[in-house]
């Protein structure tokens, strides 16, 4: 209970009268003098133990430092985040962690005339599902969120630690760049410092692979801190309110003479459909919070710590239908999502880059509460042909999942790499190796599914026989060839076919066909073991959980070498 006296009594006097009332009432006590709300002494039950707690003017005062530095920057920093719909900083913080343990750096350009409070960048650590988790987060209403010396010094350290313990970083960037109103105080420009601004993006590259780097960009990003963004190994973007670019719109203007505004430069959009660097857009920063919540239940703290697990759940749908979602022509479209549907715990699929080349769909799922990455093709968009965007996307995620041991399953149904002028130009055999130079390193559990066609290098890239799977499982109606059995024919009958009228062509292509169809027929490539199991359709779940099960110990292999030569 609180007991108000008229006047401050000293430290001494205090803590005796604080003493005597809670001994005498057999309760905690809280000494307030009248009119104000912090206690000059504590005692009593729910104080640990102590019955002797003063709170001297000396710490009030800190306290009081404390709770103004907390607020953010000046009035007009505020009303800039409401005119911009933004939150301020501590709200998107609570909307993430479920609780935070600590900040440092707290009075950074503490000497600032209050213009600066903790240098515009909060780090600290946080709860999220009960796990640690490392954070930086710039202060929009301090300077626009812009990097400080002592600001980059904070990110810098807060990124060491965070590696050194084996935790996640999230980075929540809102932030205008380098500042650049620099004064005495703040001397020259500090991007090209051993241990300035570059740091951090040199930290993000070698930190890379040890621990989850997550992004959320809620504002527009500029310049050489743009790098910041797409460093992370996933980046979420908040539409309307983020976007990035090397260069602003009147920077480009300049320069190139090209006018454009920020939307149209490095907006959500653009990013998400042609760039592909954000990994999702949502549309308001609590969504932004979910999905980093939600992303984070498929990660591990470190690269070599063990994967979340949740209790198992049955599929959305039944995994007995699958074979009645796969059409028996090879070229007719259906959406690889329902095949999906039939195979993971419900409500647990978790897409990636959902609009960048939608031929391929990537992203988390959960068989038996375990995460798994799935790379499908999708029949539905392009045939499931691999374009070197889709091939991109898919060497990022396979690379990514290796790095933080998520098992790999390939659903492959594919007519191949797409062919043609454009896609040579646009570096299909380029971008294509990645995707194989990916699969092909990779050393995770790997399992393919050959759901239907399986033509040309299609089958490299999604983790064919030749490719060191742990397994290749075939459904009935799987095929594997070079090409498809039309194209097989014209190809290798072509002036044949010149020569022979309508009629007598139709015959002989018929006829050819089914002699192909017999070399590529799935029972036939059983028998010889080019598959390792073919199995009805309904069986591929539990298959698929089985033989989780059995890799979940599988180890990994040195190479004799410092690394290899195709970069991501």
Request: hydrophobic residues 40%.
């Amino acid at each position: 209970m609180k007991i108000t006296v008229d006047a401050a009594p000293d430290e001494e006097t205090a803590r005796a009268i604080a003493s005597a009332l809670a001994a005498h009432l057999d309760r905690r006590v809280e000494l307030v003098v009248d009119g104000t709300e912090d206690p000059v002494a504590t005692a009593g039950d729910g104080d640990g133990g102590w019955d002797d707690a003063v709170i001297t003017e000396r710490e009030r005062g800190l306290r009081e430092e404390i709770e103004e530095i907390l607020s953010g920057g000046p009035k007009r920093g505020h009303e800039k985040i409401e005119q911009l719909g933004k939150l301020f900083v501590r709200d998107r913080l609570d909307l993430l962690f479920d609780e935070i343990e600590y900040e440092d750096g707290t009075f950074a350009r503490n000497d600032a005339d209050g213009e600066l409070p903790a240098d515009g960048m909060i780090t600290g650590v946080g709860k999220i599902h009960g796990r640690t988790v490392f954070f930086a987060a710039n202060d929009y209403t301090v300077k626009a969120g812009s990097l400080g010396q002592m600001g980059v010094e904070k990110e810098i350290r807060l990124a060491e630690r965070a590696a050194e313990a084996g935790a996640p970083i999230l980075r929540l960037i809102d932030s205008t760049g380098a500042r650049l109103n620099l004064d005495d105080r703040e001397p020259g420009d500090t991007h090209m410092d051993r241990y300035r601004g570059g740091r951090m993006f040199y930290n993000q590259c070698i930190h890379s692979g040890q621990v989850p780097q997550i992004g959320v960009l809620y504002g527009p990003d500029i310049a050489g801190s743009a790098y910041t963004p797409v460093f992370c190994d996933y980046l979420v973007m908040v539409e309307e309110i983020s976007g990035m670019a090397i260069a602003s719109p009147r920077v480009v203007e300049a320069v190139t003479g090209e006018r454009t505004t920020m939307g149209e430069l490095g907006g959500p959009q653009v990013h998400a459909t042609q760039s592909g660097s954000a990994d999702l857009v949502v549309g308001d920063e609590r969504a932004a919070a979910d999905a980093v919540r939600d992303l984070l239940t498929y990660l591990p703290q470190r690269h070599d710590a063990p994967l979340p697990t949740r209790d198992p759940d049955t599929p959305a749908a039944n995994p007995k239908g699958l074979d009645a979602v796969v059409p028996e022509a090879p070229n007719e479209a259906y959406d690889v999502q329902d095949v999906i549907d039939r195979l993971v715990d419900a409500d647990s699929w978790f897409e990636l880059k959902p609009r960048f080349a939608p031929e391929l769909v990537t992203g988390f799922g959960r068989i038996e509460g375990r995460p798994v990455g799935i790379v499908a093709n999708q029949p539905a968009a392009k045939s499931g042909a691999i374009f070197p965007d889709s091939a991109e996307k898919g060497a990022g995620f396979v690379w990514t999942c290796d790095a933080f041991g998520i098992p790999l399953v390939y659903l492959c149904d594919t007519p191949g790499f797409m062919v043609g002028s454009q896609v040579e130009r646009e570096g299909v055999l380029q971008k294509g190796r990645k995707f194989i130079y990916a699969t092909s390193n990779a050393q995770v559990p790997k399992l393919c599914v050959i759901t239907r066609k399986a033509y040309g290098a299609g089958i490299y890239a999604m983790a064919g026989p030749s490719f060191d799977p742990d397994a290749t499982l075939a459904l009935p109606s799987a095929e594997i060839a070079v090409m498809g059995p039309e194209a097989a024919v014209n190809a290798l009958f072509a002036e044949q076919l010149e020569e022979m009228d309508p009629e007598s062509q139709q015959a002989f292509k018929a006829s050819m066909r089914e002699e192909y169809d017999k070399h590529i027929d799935v029972r036939a490539q059983a028998a010889k073991m080019q598959v390792d199991e073919l199995l009805p359709a309904g069986d591929l779940r539990d298959q698929l959980a089985a033989r989780l099960r059995a890799l979940r110990n599988k180890r990994r292999t040195e190479r004799d070498r410092y690394h290899g030569t195709v970069l991501f």
